[in-house]
């Protein structure tokens, strides 16, 4: 590392011999098994005492698997040898390096001990031909016997009560071992907010032939908390927010929490209590008094993000204030299934109306109050939700309002999304989506309210078009939204250096006014590129998007910045 605000380390020949063979293991780690390095010269500056060291390195040829097989003991629960192989990150015609062999043994391992082989062992073996520089890999099974899980114990807890710790577990003494079910379990107690830190031990692993023990020690989180925040993006502008969290209400894990927000373009505050044990740890409940507000505020106070990203109003023609109350109920039905239902009350006021828009952009523009019925379900068997690299997500909503149920509209709005994940190569991912939507209304109901309709462009939707501004619009350039929302992306995903990542995109989709219409003709492109910045919460993400072929220059937005993935 450059440090130049630092001064050099004293001269030590050991330290230097030990850098030499941290420089040989950093290269045979990623495949030249004959790299070399060596200190060429070694001289010094009489006046300022100062070494100078020229260090030359040979990386050498790079070592390819040519093969890789897998032997010894196959238990009958595992798949085939050529299934297993399938699932190896080492791969014959790879470059042969430390991490892909460690993910292949950690992966066989897994396999094995999902399969209640708790103590299976994986003994692999390589040989390389230095005259073609080319690998033979075989990884040699030794399952041991079936193990059942033994004591299970709880340590470290305080304030939590120990069974609605335990009430969380997914494992049961006796029953056969999984790696899978344990670390569920470890989730699903970190799930409850409740703790800093959940860790299992398995405590006797070296006793072969006797169930495994396992403690979760817990470190708990304190049971009050005030959470300040401050963030920017290209669309909200400065964005504060300040949280109150209670947890362990009623001394059930309960959470009870106060939220405020202010971005540049809508304000929110919301009380929510959140449940994780209904019936059982697979079944949750939430109760959510909220009240939101779109109305564009100036929360830059300098003016600069205004200036570079120039934010917005999703809604220029009016106001919105809607307030009101949600409850929902979510159960899991598997570690990729899962499932929700839920009521919604809502009063939505329409203020500061621009009564010289014209008649298109004030239709639907109606104070109303809405009791909507939803339910949803969503398929996930992503490897990783914050940065991911292959799998699906299958997820959809349906919505339901009636007028003899309070509501002043009469509909049905179905909205479904798919994303798909494919790595191209060992460092680029391939992401795509696709998201589809559709308002019907019935009864006496022929105009939606304009705060339920479908809106696009934005970051998360067809960047490169202002926010909302993709769509119908007024003869002012407002939006007015539609019944029917079509939307996608293609994007590749690929590293740079370090934690910095790169994307180049297409992004398509319209929103139409017809309920259940996607003429495909119609819809709009946008293409770009950007970096990422890998965070703990997700990357920091500076892209630039180019509309193509908008109604018009006021419509475009071509920077962004945001943390997250777009999808």
Do not use: C
């Not at 007015?480 to 740079?496: A, C, D, H, K, T």
């Amino acid at each position: 590392r450059f440090q130049p605000w630092k001064r050099g380390e004293p001269f030590d020949p050991a330290a230097l011999e030990a850098d030499m063979l941290r420089l040989r293991k950093f290269y045979f780690d990623r495949g030249f098994l004959s790299a070399t390095a060596s200190v060429e010269s070694v001289t010094q500056d009489p006046e300022s005492q100062a070494y100078t060291i020229v260090i030359k390195i040979d990386q050498g040829p790079v070592t390819q698997v040519r093969s890789v097989e897998i032997a010894g003991e196959f238990p009958p629960e595992l798949p085939s040898e050529k299934k297993l192989l399938g699932l190896l990150e080492l791969q014959p015609g790879d470059r042969l390096t430390l991490e892909a062999f460690d993910s292949s043994v950690a992966r066989l391992s897994l396999r094995m001990q999902n399969a209640g082989y708790a103590r299976a062992r994986i003994v692999p073996e390589t040989t390389v031909n230095p005259d073609t520089h080319e690998a033979d890999v075989i990884f040699s099974l030794d399952p041991g016997d079936p193990t059942p899980f033994g004591e299970i114990t709880i340590t470290g807890e305080k304030q939590v009560p120990e069974p609605v710790i335990r009430r969380q577990l997914k494992i049961k003494e006796r029953e056969l071992y999984s790696a899978r079910d344990l670390i569920e379990s470890q989730g699903r107690i970190y799930d409850l907010g409740m703790f800093r830190a959940v860790t299992p031990r398995q405590l006797n692993m070296d006793e072969t032939g006797t169930p495994l023990n396992v403690d979760f020690e817990v470190t708990e989180r304190k049971p009050r908390t005030v959470r300040v925040g401050i963030g920017a993006s290209s669309v909200e502008s400065m964005r504060y927010e300040i949280e109150w969290v209670q947890r362990n209400f009623r001394q059930q894990a309960q959470r009870l929490s106060f939220l405020g927000r202010v971005t540049g373009i809508s304000q929110t505050v919301e009380a929510k209590l959140f449940d994780p044990y209904v019936f059982g740890p697979d079944t949750t409940m939430s109760w959510k008094l909220f009240a939101l507000n779109y109305k564009q505020l100036q929360t830059d106070p300098f003016g600069l993000l205004n200036s570079i990203f120039d934010i917005v109003d999703p809604f220029p023609a009016y106001n919105l204030l809607t307030a009101g109350g949600e409850w929902q109920i979510e159960h899991e039905f598997t570690h990729r299934v899962a499932g929700a239902a839920g009521l919604e009350l809502t009063s939505n006021t329409f203020y500061d109306v621009d009564l010289a828009a014209s008649q298109e952009a004030l239709e639907g523009v109606e104070d109303n109050k809405l009791f909507i019925e939803y339910a949803s379900g969503r398929w996930d068997n992503r490897d990783n939700r914050i940065n991911t690299r292959r799998g699906w997500f299958l997820g959809g909503q349906i919505d339901h309002s009636n007028t003899a149920l309070i509501s002043d509209a009469s509909f049905v709005k179905p909205t479904v999304e798919g994303r798909y994940f494919h790595p191209v190569s060992r460092r680029i991912v391939l992401a795509t989506r696709l998201r589809l939507g559709g308002i019907e209304p019935y009864g006496g109901t022929t105009v939606i309210p304009s705060n339920v309709r479908y809106f696009a462009g934005g970051p998360g939707s067809v960047r490169g078009y202002a926010l909302n501004r993709l769509g119908p619009l007024d003869e002012d350039g407002s939006p007015l939204g539609g019944n029917s929302l079509l939307e996608g992306s293609l994007e590749l995903r690929f590293p740079i250096f370090g934690p910095v990542g790169g994307t180049v995109f297409v992004d398509y989709g319209n929103v139409f006014s017809p309920s259940f219409h996607y003429p495909l003709d119609q819809l709009k492109f946008s293409v770009g590129g950007g970096l990422s910045y890998r965070t703990p919460i997700g990357p920091l993400r500076f892209e630039l998007a180019y509309a193509i072929d908008p109604a018009s220059d006021d419509l475009r937005s071509p920077f962004l910045f945001s943390i997250g993935q777009s999808f």
